[in-house]
């Protein structure tokens, strides 16, 4: 009942039907009042027409009774009491008019004479007592049983002048009077008896098989409506009492045939149901037609759909759609694969190549290096790395950048010929595939690249000569999978641009390192997220030279791994810059030392404490946003606070430096370049930073005491940052000779192991407890020696 077949049909056949029986309710409902309506009216009015036949029968044996009881003779022998003569004219009486019962009564009734032999004075005691009360009224009509048989009685006085006898006239109802009866109102008659509860038929013109059904509907007073496939009644009765006494009670039953009013109406609501029947049969074939029509076509969309779920768009499906309608359907689904399939293809080809190149990526080539290990054919890899392709971008915009990418990509294909196994990595990194059969010796083929790759470019009207360095990993010397090759091949790529070569292969052993590497970064990023104290801050304090207060700190990051121990800063903050992991560390960094430095002022402490931020946060414009934040919920004032950035970081992009720094600078906060002297900023850029101090770098401190060269970089660096109105520190102080030597030359302020080592933040009150009271301790000694 689920399938589109079985609801059309059931619905087909549901809808006929409905109508049908609508229609037969309707016609059974109107033409069943109508018929009902009619044969009421033909029973009333035949009622009527009855009782004025009856009425007008009885005046005419009244004249009839009238005749004999106005004879002059008669009244001499009733009044003689000459029987004979009584009887005589009773008899010459009823024979002129055709009586069936002519009889004489006394004034109370008794029986004098009669017509029929059987009815002697004292019998019929109940035929005695009809006609007393009819004496009693003075005469009348009425009717009275005779054995067994029905009359039609008139009593009339004999008046001689005062009543002294009752004449009575008796005309029996038999069938034949039944039927003219009967003819004359339209019914059929039945005269009955009614004695102690028990009705007789007397007189019908029914048969005895339907006069029961007859008599038992006169006990309804209106025709109701005949209902189908039932049983109903086959006449509508209405019952008139013609006469009543204590023991009997005369009547006539007046029946209308139903069944021929109804005749017509069953016939036509047979054809009806016939028409219907057959309407159905015809709406269940065409509704089968018509489902199949639909279905099957259907059908066959479903198996279409079904191929193109399972990627097979070209598979030819015979139409078979019946409608213009269903035939547009299989055309727009053809229609539709073929699209899906163009779409599809360019989506694999989108997810199997770089969208600016055309060249495979990542893992499409992945894939294509594990069919050729499969096939055990020697090859290399190489990896392929632009050197300084972000200065292009920076200078000629990065539409010449991306031309200059399409075109390595065109030279690579170039250079692998039929064999196009080239990737591209990132920005400007390439991998290419190269076959022993092609290039035996891996060397000589990487230098033919090389002279391909950088033969001069010429890019609008720019001409440009790229740099290149190389990385190979080969199978299967270097690796047995394509991730373990892939991977090698980007260690030896690395290897080659940090150490500025043009060439490298892969090293054995080379790959612990790089899995170390991936080691920490995922324990780092897992350090991050739990905050389980493996990472912790030390606060290295900084000293005023002039006035030999501690009033600033350095805050510095330490990891304590729960398997390697101790971990260089130096080595994991530089593989947190390359992951991408350096803006999570140095938000986590930025809000330990805001919350420390809140406690330390809290309790009575006047420190500022500095942070240091890497070139990747100086791109973050939400960085000034997140400090703020911190700042509000602390309630730490701005001046607590000092950014450090590497003179290396600003340079990268100064101007974008710059405009962070200002924005620092405009909210109170303090900016220190970080191991100035070391990097490649200008006087001019220096001059345009919003700084307001410079640290030394301990390259030229450490041995200060003990080199001239660094006592004169140290002196100039000084004077420069003084007459730019800029404080200078100097870390790396790590003897008393060099605090002098840096006090006499006027730095500012010192850094180093000479005055503490980085502290744990719970041991930094009690330093500066300590310092302040060995200070106190100094100037009270300076006082006495002075006074002596």
Known sequence: MNSLRSRILLLCVIAVSATALAILLAFWITTGEYIRSQVNDRVENATQVFNQLINTREKQLISSAEILTSDFGFKQAVATKDSATITSALANHGERINADLMLLTDVEGNFLASTMPGLLPGTHQQSTRLVQQTIAAGGGASFIEVDGSLYQMILLPVRAPIPIAFAAVGFRMDDRLAKELSQLSGLEVTFISERDGTETAMVSTLDDQVLNAALSAAADVEVSLRLPFIENSHFSSRKLYLAENAAETIGVVLSASLDEAYLAFDELRDNILLIALTLLLLTIIGSVVVSR???????????????????????????????????????????????????????????????????????????????????????????????????????????????????????????????????????????????????????????????????????????????????????????????????????????????????????????????????????????????????????????????????????????????????????????????????????????????????????????????????????????????????????????????????????????????????????????????????????????????????????????????????????????????????VIAEGVETQASQDILHAMGCDYIQGYHLARPLAAKAVASWLDEHAQRRALANNGAGLQENA
């Open 293 to 727: 029509n639909l279905t099957v076509p259907l059908s066959q969309l479903v198996d279409i759909v079904g191929d193109f779920a399972r990627g097979n768009y070209r598979k030819q499906h015979a139409a078979d759609a019946g409608t213009s309608e269903l035939q547009a359907l299989f055309n727009a689904f053809s229609l539709m694969g073929d699209k899906i399939q163009e779409r599809e293809l360019q989506i694999t080809y989108q997810a199997q190549h770089d969208s600016l190149t055309g060249l495979m990526n990542r893992n499409t080539l992945q894939q294509r290096i594990s069919s050729l290990i499969d096939s055990q054919h020697e090859f290399f890899l190489i990896g392929i790395n632009i050197r300084g392709f972000k200065n292009i971008n920076d200078t000629f915009g990065q539409e010449v950048g991306d031309t200059v990418l399409k075109n390595v990509a065109d030279r690579l294909r170039q250079f692998s010929g039929n064999n196009q196994l080239n990737a591209r990595l990132g920005a400007d990194e390439f991998l290419l595939v190269v076959g022993r059969h092609i290039h035996p010796d891996a060397e000589q083929g990487c230098k033919q690249l090389l002279q391909l790759l950088c033969a001069q470019m010429c890019v609008g009207k720019i001409d440009l000569s790229l740099n290149f360095c190389l990385g190979i990993a080969e199978f299967p010397q270097h690796a047995d999978t394509a991730e373990k090759l892939m991977r090698r091949t980007s260690i030896a790529l690395d290897n080659a641009r940090s150490e500025g070569a043009i060439l490298r292969f892969y090293q054995k052993g080379a790959d612990d390192a790089h899995l170390k590497r991936l080691k920490i970064v995922n324990d780092l990023k897992a350090a991050l997220a739990n905050n389980d104290g493996q990472l912790f801050m030390v606060y290295q304090p900084k000293m005023n030279l002039r006035s030999g207060m501690v009033d600033k700190m350095e805050s510095l990051i330490r990891w304590i791994h729960p398997e390697d121990g101790f971990i260089p800063p130096d080595t994991f903050i530089e593989l947190a810059e390359q992951s991408g992991l350096i803006t999570i560390l140095t938000d986590w960094v930025i809000e330990q030392v805001i919350r420390q430095t809140a406690m330390w002022v809290q309790s009575g402490y006047i420190i500022q404490s500095a942070i240091n931020i890497s070139a990747q946060d100086l791109e973050r414009e939400e960085l000034l946003t997140l400090v703020e934040s911190f700042l509000q919920e602390t309630g730490l004032p701005n001046h607590h606070l000092c950014f450090e950035l590497t003179e290396r970081d600003m340079m990268q992009d100064a101007d974008k430096a710059v405009a962070l720094m200002q924005g620092f600078k405009e909210r109170g906060f303090d900016l220190s370049v970080d191991d100035y002297g070391i990097g490649q900023s200008s006087l001019s850029k220096l001059k345009q930073m919003p700084v307001s101090e410079i640290k030394i770098d301990k390259s030229f401190v450490l041995t200060l005491d003990q080199s001239d060269t660094d006592q004169i970089i140290v002196r100039s660096t000084i004077e420069l940052g003084h007459n730019f109105h800029l404080k």
